[in-house]
């Protein structure tokens, strides 16, 4: 079964909605009009039956009403109060006065329903052909031992025609409100749903090629426009993405193809040439010099590959980052001789940090090696590892050849490298600080550089500290 719209739904759920809501509104006001009424007509039986009392009288002994039938309004009440009335004797149960419309009825209760009236006067009701009466009962003293039950009725027949009446009128109103809700409620749906089309129709014509394009506000902040705007840094996150993918994919195929014209080209000179079993061994070895500095750094692209998609688990050790930078910078002494460069190392003691022992090294193995690869000879490098606040922080300081403050922003991409035409004398793929952001960035941490061209680079790592270790108790 094929799934509803979002608008049929909406419009369905409106509708229901509104049918449930006019169906208790009519069954609320059903009930309503029906009790007020019921009380109104209690009420006018009360009124009808406290007046008839006024005109009451017993000569001897014998229930009357006695009126002035010349006063033209007491005999119109009389005359409609009596519609419905007897008189009854409660001793024997003998009718002492009924009005016409009781007699042609056939009105006539038994002995005991008339005492069973007279014990306990209450509202009774019969069912006659021209609909329902009500009766308002009560019982008045004549003398000792005379009692007369007094009944004034009242026909509840326009009652029961008015509460039909609403009750028609609801049948017909419940289905034509619930139609009006429902052309009401697709409409609605649709200039409700009309801006996600219009971000559907805009987000249709982005492609590939026009990431750039976003997709338009409407400035009421609302939820559309939330929405829009969520999809907005989406596009952006993605134009980012394809941006990074593109010119990963212009710098490796830059990277790669350097190392192989030059492979290429000492084959065709070796081919085109006779030499000695010695020349082609000198070939040979470069060539092979060439494939180690390729598959250095697909591995390295590969690690980083790994490393981003998350397959490369870090453990959650207590590092001391102290003893981890001491050991590094003793291992850097012989090539910082050899380079006649000075080394100066302050590291505070005792310094951990939560995280992977290996891959810490490995961030800071390539600050140091890139500090020192930068420096020329006579130059210094400064590394330090501090305490500031609540963090680790590590400084790797030279006095290198520097980075333009252009390509500051983009030191920490792949394949990236300040002045290519300076630094073709230094090896290296430019993967090595695109590693380091991955490792620090996994640690909880950040990284930051500050550089001058021609006065040197400082690079920091900020890590938070190792919670302390649990003290355990030793007991004999």
């Not at 492979?263 to 092979?288: C, F, I, N």
């Not at 981003?308 to 688990?313: C, H, Q, S, T, Y």
């Not at 590693?435 to 001058?452: A, D, I, P, T």
Request: glycine share 6%; with cysteine.
């Amino acid at each position: 079964m094929k799934p509803l719209s979002l608008r049929l739904r909406l419009t369905l759920i409106y509708a229901a909605l509104s049918a449930t809501v006019l169906v208790g509104f009519g069954v609320l006001s059903y009930r309503t009009m029906a009790i007020r009424l019921d009380r109104s007509l209690d009420q006018e039986l009360n009124e009808r039956a406290a007046a008839l009392r006024g005109y009451l009288r017993f000569p001897g002994g014998r229930p009357q009403l006695v009126y002035d039938v010349k006063d033209p309004q007491e005999a119109y009440f009389i005359r409609i109060a009596t519609r419905y009335f007897q008189i009854l004797d409660v001793s024997n149960g003998g009718v002492l006065a009924q009005s016409q419309e009781l007699q042609l009825l056939g009105v006539n209760p038994s002995l005991d329903e008339i005492r069973a009236q007279a014990k306990r006067p209450h509202t009774t009701e019969i069912q006659a052909p021209q609909g329902p009466i009500r009766f308002n009962s009560y019982v008045v003293h004549s003398g000792p031992k005379r009692d007369f039950l007094i009944q004034v009725g009242l026909s509840r027949q326009p009652v029961a025609n008015a509460l039909q009446e609403f009750l028609n009128t609801l049948i017909w109103l419940v289905p034509v409100g619930v139609l009006l809700a429902a052309i009401s409620g697709w409409w609605m749906a649709r200039r409700a749903l009309s801006p996600v089309g219009d971000l559907m129709n805009s987000a249709a014509k982005i492609g590939i090629s026009n990431l750039s394009v976003r997709l338009p506000l409407r400035g009421t902040g609302d939820e559309v426009d939330r929405l829009a705007d969520t999809f907005n840094q989406t596009f952006a996150r993605l134009e980012d993405a394809v941006q990074q993918m593109r010119q990963f994919t212009a710098s490796i195929s830059h990277e790669l193809r350097t190392p192989l014209t030059a492979l290429r080209g000492e084959a065709e000179v070796a081919l085109m040439e006779a030499r000695t079993p010695e020349g082609y061994r000198r070939v040979l070895t470069s060539q092979l010099e060439e494939f180690d500095k390729l598959t250095q750094m697909i591995n390295r692209l590969l690690t980083l590959a790994r490393a981003e998609a998350g397959e490369i688990p870090l453990a959650a050790d207590r590092v001391n980052v102290s003893e981890l930078v001491s050991s590094l910078a003793a291992q850097m002494e012989p090539i910082v001789s050899w380079k006649n460069i000075q080394l100066r190392v302050n590291v505070d003691d005792d310094i951990f940090v939560g995280g992977d022992r290996d891959w810490l090294e490995s961030a800071v193995l390539n600050l140091l090696d890139n500090a020192i690869k930068f420096t020329p000879e006579g130059g210094e490098v400064d590394v330090s590892v501090t305490v500031k606040d609540g963090s680790a922080r590590l400084d790797i300081r030279d006095t290198g050849i520097g980075i333009p403050a252009d390509a500051l922003p983009h030191v920490f991409e792949r394949f990236f490298r300040a002045e290519p035409s300076r630094s073709k004398e230094f090896e290296g793929a430019g993967l090595g600080l695109a590693l380091v952001k991955w490792v620090v960035e996994n640690h909880h941490g950040r990284v930051e550089v500050q550089s001058e061209v021609g006065k040197g680079s400082c690079f920091t790592i900020w890590l938070p500290l190792a919670p302390a270790p649990e003290r355990q108790l030793l007991t004999a």
